[in-house]
């Protein structure tokens, strides 16, 4: 879904009218984008943490309930697909400042999953909000999907370590490859490695991780240790999460 300043019809009366319920458009709801709809979307970004643009892309209308499905429809034949977020509530994983890994990834989970759900996907998670369930419990959702990934975040001694790459078995090295791809376009940080980003389970300390041994794959979003990867991710942090949607649509779709 996409509306910008300037559409009008059913679908702004409907962002109208969400917006509303939110408290944050008072006007009569006449399905034209207006000035006014515009600051109402803008505050209503701002209060997700994402870029105020103004224009209503498929992550926000998810978290707006906007997408229904028609009476009549067909029934879902698209794969289920599984996304958890690393490390877990009592264990916050690797940390910049007041930023932690678990915090950063948990977002990452329910921002991804909001777009998929809006683009008629089933996703299974291992918590819903700030929830975020332990390893081994998220191990075991694996074989519930057809696809299953886990967020994490790099990290290193040295603040100029950089990139994203991606853990999982032969079998989802192509996948692993787009993944870190378009993260690294996003982003505008390199894709780690000599083989697109992705590493076999074997590969040095990742060695028999129990979410890869499953079947899954551990994406390594970027270094939460790099000051200036972890500013990219905060102001363009739905372009990411719409970043990973579009490969998995493209993928399952």
């Known amino acids: 879904m996409l509306l910008k300043k300037g559409d009008t019809g059913p679908a702004v009366e409907r962002l109208q009218t969400a917006l509303a319920k939110q408290g944050l458009y008072i006007y009569r709801v006449d399905g034209d ?3 006014k709809t515009e600051d109402a979307l803008k505050a209503y970004q701002q209060k997700l943490g994402v870029k105020p643009d103004g224009i209503l892309g498929d992550y926000v209308a998810g978290k707006l309930g906007l997408v229904s499905v028609p009476a009549g429809a067909p029934a879902n034949t698209k794969p289920v697909i599984v996304l958890t977020a690393g490390h877990s509530l009592i264990d916050p994983g690797a940390c910049n400042g007041k930023f932690t890994e678990a915090g950063i990834v948990r977002e990452v989970r329910n921002g991804v999953t909001a777009i998929l759900n809006s683009r008629g996907y089933k996703v ?3 918590g819903t909000g ?4 332990p390893l081994g419990k998220a191990a075991a959702l694996v074989k519930q999907g ?3 990934i886990e967020f994490h975040l790099n990290a290193a001694t040295s603040k100029s370590a950089t990139g994203v790459e991606a853990l999982a078995q032969s079998k989802d090295k192509a996948i692993c490859q787009k993944l870190c791809s378009a993260l690294a376009n996003v982003l505008d940080i390199p894709v780690r490695g000599g083989n697109g980003g992705w590493k076999d389970e074997g590969s040095g300390q990742h060695s028999k991780l129990a979410y890869v041994s499953a079947g899954g ?8 240790s790099n000051d200036a990867e972890l500013k990219k991710y905060f ?7 719409t970043a990973i949607a579009d490969v998995l649509t493209e993928a399952f779709n």
């Open 124 to 126: 299974i998670n291992d």
């Open 217 to 224: 794959i551990i994406l390594e979003l970027f270094f939460i």
């Open 130 to 133: 700030t929830d975020n369930q």
């Open 146 to 148: 057809k696809i299953a």
């Open 33 to 35: 984008f207006g000035q």
């Open 235 to 241: 102001e363009r942090k739905d372009q990411v999460f």
